[in-house]
């Protein structure tokens, strides 16, 4: 069974701290992807990457960074955290088998982040 | 740009109802189109999808078909238990770009 996991269902970080979020696959997927979801907004975009130590900007970059130095793990990092990163954070992956954009995403739980 | 609309919730509704939640898009080529679940506490799960017109997708007494004349994607249950209670995504894909989802549409299924 294919599986995505996060490293924390809940978080709640003080304003300016650094924040790891850590995500791991183990279904040798090369695509993997960090979303916001924020109600009303559906899922944004904050970084994918499509091999180890590969790495695009999604639709809303700023304020976050991504490393991937092994192919199942996958982090997001908020070098300065902001209020206004309080949201649900998810990342998925995928197999690219396909052309990129029409390969089924297997998403985590996600992790709810509280920045104060 | 590429973009998705789906009907705002929440859709509440009894056990045994049918369900239909709208959903439109707009795209510059032929996206592959897909429904996502996400039940709660979880995270997103595919539902079904369509990858051209005309095609439909199906999955757990769920359908949808790709309308491109009407660029619509909506989905429908004939009869609803209140164990689909959950938010759904649409979603939209082309070549060479990542996945552009809806807003989501909360479902809520009375006893």
């Known amino acids: 069974d294919v599986k995505v996991t996060q490293s924390s269902r809940y978080l709640v970080k003080r304003t300016g701290e650094k924040v790891f979020l850590e995500c791991v696959q183990d279904?040798?997927?090369?695509?993997m992807f960090w979303y916001r979801q924020d109600p009303g907004l559906g899922l944004r975009l904050i970084y994918f990457?499509?091999?180890?130590?590969?790495?695009e900007k999604g639709d809303i970059p700023e304020g976050y960074s991504v490393s991937r130095e092994k192919k199942e793990r996958f982090s997001l990092i908020l070098e300065s955290a902001s209020t206004n990163q309080t949201s649900m954070y998810l990342c998925?992956?995928?197999?690219?088998?396909?052309?990129?954009?029409?390969?089924?995403?297997?998403f985590g739980p996600g992790t709810r982040l509280t920045v104060l | 740009g590429n973009s998705v609309t789906q009907m705002e919730g929440p859709v509440t509704l009894s056990e045994e109802a049918f369900l239909t939640i709208n959903c439109t898009y707009t795209?510059?080529?032929?996206?592959?189109l897909f429904w996502y679940v996400q039940y709660p506490g979880e995270g997103l799960q595919l539902l079904l999808k369509?990858?051209?017109?005309?095609d439909k997708g199906s999955n757990k007494g769920f359908e949808a078909t790709y309308r491109k004349e009407t660029t619509s994607f909506h989905l429908e249950k004939g009869s609803v238990q209140v164990s689909d209670s959950a938010v759904y995504f649409c979603?939209?894909?082309?070549?060479?770009?990542?996945?552009?989802f809806g807003g989501g549409t909360r479902l809520m299924v009375k006893p």
């Open positions: 998925a992956s995928s197999s690219r088998q396909a052309p990129i954009s029409t390969d089924t995403q297997y």
């Open positions: 279904m040798d997927h090369e695509n």
């Open positions: 795209a510059t080529g032929y996206p592959s």
């Open positions: 990457s499509y091999d180890v130590k590969m790495k």
């Open positions: 369509a990858t051209k017109a005309d």
């Open positions: 979603a939209l894909g082309l070549a060479g770009n990542m996945l552009t």
